[in-house]
């Protein structure tokens, strides 16, 4: 049970506001990018480029400071304490919706000091809030955010409907600014107090759907455990991990007792999720549903194509480099969550040893990882390369690409002493997730201002990683054995 009591003489409140504290407090970090981010743009003879990245800079940091709280609220709203401790649904839902609606308004006012309209941008990011709130409410919404803002609605822009509903929020915004915010702002109000649950069977339902769904959908879930649950959501696991039971498979039938072999196998049960089969696999959906988005505009609006995928594109292809690039950010924690397999796997006649188990190790993870890494630039520019269109494949603004050239020297942190790698906390998660977006940014900046193409930027990459392994590779030398991974914390 999820249940927060409150201490002798702290009402409910008070201790709801402590969890969420406790909850957003570890993002404190997140000063650190917005003031590194607004370093660089003072560094730029563009007039306002220091206020405009610091407000931008700053409404991200809110959103991320109200998913935090949002996951803590609504973590708390499980079945049981719902229908056993009166009074928490109403505080719950009291706390959300006012810190949904202080979020929003202080968004609004920051950004309209630069960009003004600040009750349209209040509502937007209100509106942004609830749409994460719903996710975790949901989390096959998750799907949808990836693919709405990349694929949909470029897609709907041409419609005459959407243009038409388009067309009269900008007329009432323009005579009624504040009675349309106030309008939007309590009816997102209404919907985030409905998202939280009052309790009974239907509460539990959903809440059981909902952690099926999360260990479904998360690459640090092992790929046995996702395989044998039931339901969609287990059949949806499957669907975007099926390359993994075929690898276990093929490994299971070619076993051998030699150090490769016993390396492999070791590896799949360590890695649960995070194998390259099971990332490769999620890489190879979500490009064929690439693919498909672009047929289906060849096919249904010939003439509009070459504008649609030219706007989906660089979103979509960030999502995808993301998603083949996951196992970076979930290493750390699924290593730590199969240490107790790791020194099992250890003592298996024919596993490596000493300084033999961290070279075959560290080749193995890096030689997944670059794969992977490969694997997302080819499908990118494969997507690209099929855009139709006059502008050329090098000169599409592909975000993805970005994201690559910064990724790849960061993937040199997977080797590493992991003997002392103890458990994985949200800062250094969040850290090297800022550090890889930092670099994507100052990518887009460079390959925007001197207009040249983000290839060029993939292959300086390359060129940098090499030396930069070649300095790493001594580490892997030095350490202590990789397995088991926290034993000298």
């Not at 999720?273 to 060849?298: D, I, K, Q, R, Y």
């Not at 250890?346 to 490596?352: I, N, R, S, T, W």
């Not at 997507?383 to 050239?405: H, V």
Request: proline share 6%.
């Amino acid at each position: 049970m999820n249940a927060v009591l409150a201490p002798a003489g702290v009402d409910g409140y008070a201790a709801l506001r402590r969890a969420v504290a406790r909850k957003t407090g570890r993002l404190w970090w997140l000063a650190l990018p917005v003031l590194g981010a607004t370093g660089l743009a003072t560094m730029t003879d563009a007039p306002h480029a220091a206020a405009w990245t610091f407000v931008l800079a700053m409404a991200v940091a809110l959103q991320l400071l109200w998913w935090s709280a949002a996951s803590a609220l609504l973590g708390l709203n499980d079945p049981i304490s719902a229908h056993l401790m009166p009074g928490q649904l109403r505080k719950l839902r009291e706390t959300a919706v006012v810190t949904m609606l202080g979020l929003a308004v202080l968004s609004g006012l920051l950004l309209s000091a630069v960009f003004g309209h600040a009750p349209a941008f209040a509502a937007a990011s209100a509106a942004a809030m609830l749409a994460f709130a719903a996710c975790l409410r949901w989390p096959l919404l998750w799907f949808g955010v990836w693919i709405l803002p990349g694929v949909l609605l470029p897609l709907l822009g041409e419609l005459p409907a959407a243009r038409a509903v388009a067309g009269f929020f900008v007329s009432w915004h323009e005579r009624q600014p504040l009675i349309q915010a106030a309008v939007i702002l309590l009816a997102l109000a209404a919907a985030l107090w409905g998202l939280f649950q009052s309790g009974g069977a239907g509460h539990a339902r959903s809440w059981q759907a909902s952690q099926r769904m999360r260990q479904a959908m998360s690459m640090q879930a092992g790929g046995s455990r996702v395989a044998c649950a039931g339901g969609p959501f287990a059949r949806l696991g499957r669907v975007f991990q099926w390359g993994l039971p075929l690898w276990r498979e093929h490994l299971l039938r070619a076993a051998r007792p030699d150090a490769r072999s016993v390396s492999a196998r070791a590896e799949l049960g360590a890695m649960r999720g995070l194998h390259w089969s099971a990332t490769g696999s999620t890489g190879v959906v979500l490009a064929l549903c690439l693919l498909g988005f672009e047929a289906a505009a060849l096919i249904f609006v010939p003439e509009r194509a070459g504008r649609i995928i030219d706007a989906a594109l660089p979103g979509v292809s960030i999502g995808l480099m993301s998603g083949m690039l996951s196992p970076l950010f979930g290493l750390a924690t699924t290593l730590h969550q199969t240490r107790r397999e790791q020194a099992l796997l250890a003592l298996v006649p024919g596993m490596p040893r000493g300084d033999a188990m961290n070279r075959e190790l560290a080749r193995r993870m890096l030689r997944h990882y670059v794969a992977m890494w490969a694997g997302g630039v080819a499908m990118i520019l494969v997507a690209s390369a099929l855009a139709p269109g006059d502008m050329a494949m090098a000169s599409r603004p592909l975000l993805g690409l970005d994201f690559a050239a910064a990724a790849l020297p960061v993937s040199l942190m997977i080797w590493r002493d992991w003997s002392r790698q103890g458990a994985p906390r949200g800062i250094q998660v969040g850290l090297l997730t800022m550090i890889t977006l930092l670099g994507m940014g100052l990518c887009t900046a460079a390959s925007s201002y001197w207009r040249f193409s983000p290839l060029w930027l993939v292959g300086a990459s390359m060129l940098l990683t090499l030396p930069l392994g070649v300095w790493r590779w001594r580490l892997v030398r030095r350490v202590a054995p990789f397995w088991p991974v926290g034993r000298h914390a």
